[in-house]
């Protein structure tokens, strides 16, 4: 086996001083630490100092697999290096050897930050799926401190037939019902199938229009709809460049629909920007909350 150390590297347009802080700080963690929309990052402890012990569950967004990523801190120079050693456990977990070192480099280039991981490869994987993997997380890392994103999980029992379910949620009137919470006058124009482009709109209290342009990435009826957002609508104009469209490009926003014996499990994550992470923390359980009634009813 080829033992020689992987190398991932990503370069950020944002200071060292931010790049440390939201790779450090567990309420940022859970927003970045996953490698593609279908994972996300349930919880994240951090002890950030030498013998600090650090912690991370991750999972599938369907629930079906998940596992705990934990480890030692054994150097830290604050904005310039993290050193750490993996938890023995997690390769008992994943049924390999353990003893594997993780080196993370943060160097300075002003306004910018490279951040350099290099670590030793585990035996169950591939080199290549390995890097794919880590770099994949470092590339979502880059965009989480790039946009300011926070990404956000709701779940909800509903106890309704996932069909119904998924129905009632993505049906034009009833759509409408449960997303008042959001804006009175909610609505949606387009398709819900995978590829096609739809806008989510509503009239704000002056009577103008405004929403999301967006596009569907992914629609796997009962189970899993994942929306992409391309940018923004300000009356009957769609903004897809500039700096307003720009904070928004790319957000992603997924429905995973979970069969428990006659109930859902409807589970919502999402991006938004950080301005609006409190918004959306209060209005995602009431809109949810009203979505379980009429599925209900």
């Not at 950080?274 to 995602?284: I, M, N, P």
Request: include cysteine; aromatic fraction near 12%; glycine fraction near 6%.
């Amino acid at each position: 086996m080829n033992n020689q150390k992987i190398k991932v590297e990503v370069e950020i347009n944002a200071p060292v001083e931010k790049v440390w802080e939201f790779w450090t700080n567990p309420k940022d963690i859970v927003s970045w630490n996953f490698a593609s929309d279908d994972w996300c990052c349930l919880n994240a402890e951090n002890d950030l100092v030498v013998g600090g012990k650090f912690g991370a569950t991750m999972s599938s967004t369907d629930k079906s697999v998940s596992f705990n990523f934990n480890g030692v801190y054994d150097e830290i120079i604050l904005h310039k290096k993290i050193s750490y050693s993996v938890d023995p456990m997690y390769y008992k977990q994943k049924n390999i050897d353990g003893g594997r070192k993780v080196d993370v480099e943060f160097v300075s280039l002003g306004n910018k930050t490279k951040v350099i991981e290099t670590f030793d490869p585990e035996e169950m994987h591939s080199r290549e799926l390995q890097q794919q993997g880590w770099q994949a997380i470092l590339n979502n890392f880059k965009k989480y401190v790039e946009t300011n994103m926070e990404r956000l999980h709701f779940e909800i029992e509903i106890n309704s037939p996932v069909e119904h379910v998924f129905k009632t949620m993505l049906g034009n009137e009833s759509y409408q019902i449960w997303t008042k919470t959001f804006n009175p006058t909610s609505n949606f124009k387009g398709n819900w199938e995978k590829g096609n482009k739809i806008l989510f709109f509503g009239t704000d209290d002056k009577g103008n229009l405004g929403g999301m342009v967006s596009k569907i990435k992914e629609n796997i009826p009962n189970k899993f709809v994942s929306i992409a957002h391309q940018g923004i609508l300000e009356g009957d104009k769609e903004i897809t460049s500039g700096p307003q469209a720009d904070l928004w490009k790319n957000a992603t926003e997924n429905y995973t629909f979970i069969k428990k014996e006659n109930k859902t499990i409807l589970v919502i994550d999402t991006d938004t920007i950080k301005d609006y992470s409190d918004y959306f923390k209060e209005t995602w359980p009431k809109a949810l909350e009203t979505l379980k009634k009429i599925c209900e009813e």
